[in-house]
Antibody
Framework: VQLVESGGGLIQPGGSLRLSCAAS????????MSWVRQAPGKGLEWVSI???????FYADSVKGRFTISRDNYENTLFLQMSSLRAEDTAVYFC???????????WGQGTLVTVSS | DVVMTQSPLSLPVTLGQPASISCTSS???????????LHWFQQRPGHSPRRLIY???NRDSGVPDRFSGSGSGTDFTLKISRVEAEDVGVYYC????????FGPGTKVDIK
């Protein structure tokens, strides 16, 4: 099982970015897939989750600005982020699990820096 | 959101000695399906988190048996029976019964 995130970088406030998470060793369609972030030197915050049935859920801090999705054919998870703020600066981890609201498998993370 | 608290936040330990971390939730974590979705994660310096324990007391595959979890309702504990050098890192409890939330983390290092 492997998860590889990409798409992070430096972005100006108000900008948009799309993160990708390529999975191997399992199908993203059959797992509960999530994004969790960690601001520099801080703890962990759950950002979003997509259930196996396609239902999506978001933290209040990103609701209306972030969209989680998956491409079953490419076996990839995405996080579309818009109206980015300085407080969105963090390492974003993708992950999956057989159980809802859990993360058994973790990627290595991708850093998003929102700054002018 | 359910607030998770941990104590202590910093835990200096002696190699070979036991260690214990407490985790308390602001709400009872028993789900309507009867399960308690309280999990523990380890984050070694410079690494992604790794799940150690799921549903209070179930060790993930590959996790040494010196790690154990216990508790119920709102109070939970992670114990390391004999700390080894590779156990240095930050330990997080996390609840998945409601919208997932993590504790603030407990930093374990060697005295």
């Amino acid at each position: 099982v492997q998860l590889v995130e990409s798409g992070g970088g430096l972005i100006q406030p108000g900008g948009s970015l799309r993160l990708s998470c390529a999975a191997s060793g399992f199908s993203v369609r059959t797992k509960f897939m999530s994004w969790v972030r960690q601001a520099p030197g801080k703890g962990l915050e759950w950002v979003s989750i997509i259930y196996t049935d396609g239902a999506t859920f978001y933290a209040d801090s990103v609701k209306g600005r972030f969209t989680i999705s998956r491409d079953n054919y490419e076996n990839t998870l995405f996080l579309q982020m818009s109206s980015l703020r300085a407080e969105d600066t963090a390492v974003y981890f993708c992950g999956g699990c057989e159980m809802a609201n859990n993360m058994k498998y973790w990627g290595q993370g991708t850093l998003v820096t929102v700054s002018s | 959101d359910v607030v998770m608290t941990q104590s202590p936040l910093s835990l200096p330990v002696t190699l070979g000695q036991p260690a214990s971390i407490s985790c308390t939730s602001s709400q009872n974590l028993v789900h309507s399906d009867g399960n308690t979705y309280l999990h523990w994660f380890q984050q070694r310096p410079g690494h992604s988190p790794r799940r150690l324990i799921y549903k209070v007391s179930n060790r993930d595959s590959g996790v040494p048996d010196r790690f154990s979890g216990s508790g119920s309702g709102t109070d939970f504990t992670l114990k390391i029976s004999r700390v080894e050098a590779e156990d240095v890192g930050v330990y997080y409890c996390m609840q998945g019964t409601y919208w997932p939330t993590f504790g603030p983390g407990t930093k374990v290092d060697i005295k």
